[in-house]
């Protein structure tokens, strides 16, 4: 998968813009997110009719994350399996594999 630099800077500035951190940190984060993803889809686990590799940003107490996961459907689009991958710590920068 290749991963696009201005997607990677827009979502770096409106990550600084809303946790008010260093850019050095929301740039560690953006980049962190898009290895999740690309470490999710080399394993097998990638978007496809049935499968769908999402980020979920989650902000309370103080600390903001972004939860990557994957949630693979049924033909009939019923969730059959949801396989959690990790989370970015958006204040730090850091990538916690689940």
Known sequence: MKYSKSQIMKSAWALRRRNHVSMSVVLKA????????????????????????????WEKYGKSRSYVNTRIYT???????????????LTTGAFVAA
């Open 75 to 89: 033909n009939a689009w019923n969730l059959k399996k949801e396989i959690k991958i990790g989370y970015v710590d």
């Open 30 to 57: 953006a980049w962190a997110v898009v290895k999740a993803r690309i470490a999710a889809e080399e394993a097998g686990i990638e978007s496809g009719w049935n499968y769908k590799v999402s980020v979920d940003l």
